[in-house]
């Protein structure tokens, strides 16, 4: 974003080619209408008769120009990003104060571990040389895919902290460490993470499923989404 500049990527799927155009665009007011003059002009340039789909995220305005869009181009069909939706999910989801202790909690772990190479060559000496952070899909969901590894690693953590080579290293001394430690002794803590899981989990599965390149997904996803809906129903004290 530079002031008034807004840059647009334009992906057009067809069979297995890839074509991208970026815009770089004024932008007056990022209104409905003026995303729906975009997208118009896009499939004006394609050819409406070629294009059967829109994909956006799930921006208020956005989703405004779509629905608009449908009505002027009556052959094509305007869709949100599923993975976007269960990401947004997540983040209303991490908002609630109880989730959101968990999460920080989790982030004061990982947070002393990676600030320092010695830590996190130590820890995988505990989980077989796996990492507590991976890539993620999505924005919101980093976090707790971070609050599922460490739940994965629990007594790895635990036998880590309690180690003898640890309580004479000069990293325990320190005041992170302390902290750290504390939560991972903390019944509490992992009581809460697991039930934190349990929303998260069923959501997550649905987003990896949305997200991957194997098949088409749109056939699985109204069944994906009702299955993990059920699994939290069930299984979340919280629900």
């Known amino acids: 974003m530079f002031k008034n500049k807004l840059i647009i990527k334009m992906l057009v799927y067809s ?19 003026y995303y729906l003059g975009l997208m ?3 499939v004006d340039e394609i050819g409406e008769e070629y294009v059967v789909q829109i994909v956006t995220d799930n921006v208020a305005a956005i989703k405004a120009a779509g629905y608009k869009l449908m009505q ?8 949100g990003c ?4 269960i990401d947004l999910m997540l983040e209303d989801i991490g908002k609630k104060k109880s989730v959101a202790k968990v999460l920080d909690c989790a982030k004061i772990i990982t947070r002393f571990i ?11 000496r505990f989980t077989g040389d796996m990492e507590l952070l991976r890539p993620v899909i999505t924005r919101f969901a980093t976090n707790f895919i971070t609050l599922e590894s460490i739940v ?5 953590l635990q036998d880590m902290f309690h180690s ?3 309580k004479h290293s000069k990293w325990s001394k320190k005041d992170d460490a302390k902290e750290a430690k504390k939560i991972i002794q903390s019944k509490d803590f992992w009581t809460k993470a697991a039930d934190v899981l349990k929303v998260q989990e069923p959501l997550l599965k649905v987003l990896r499923l949305v997200d991957g390149d ?5 056939g699985f996803i109204y069944e994906a989404m009702d299955r993990a809906k059920l699994a939290i129903k069930q299984n979340c004290r919280y629900y």
């Not at 069979?15 to 209408?33: E, G, M, N, Y």
């Open 82 to 85: 599923a993975a976007h939706c």
């Open 214 to 218: 194997e098949k088409p997904t749109m």
């Open 40 to 42: 118009d002009k896009v």
């Open 164 to 166: 003898q080579e640890w």
């Open 72 to 79: 002027i181009r009556e052959n094509l069909y305007w869709t």
């Open 114 to 124: 990676y600030n320092s190479n010695w830590v996190v060559d130590f820890m995988k």
């Open 152 to 156: 994965k690693h629990k007594t790895a």
């Open 15 to 33: 069979f297995c080619l890839l074509f991208i155009t970026k815009l770089v665009t004024d932008v007056p007011s990022r209104t409905a209408d």
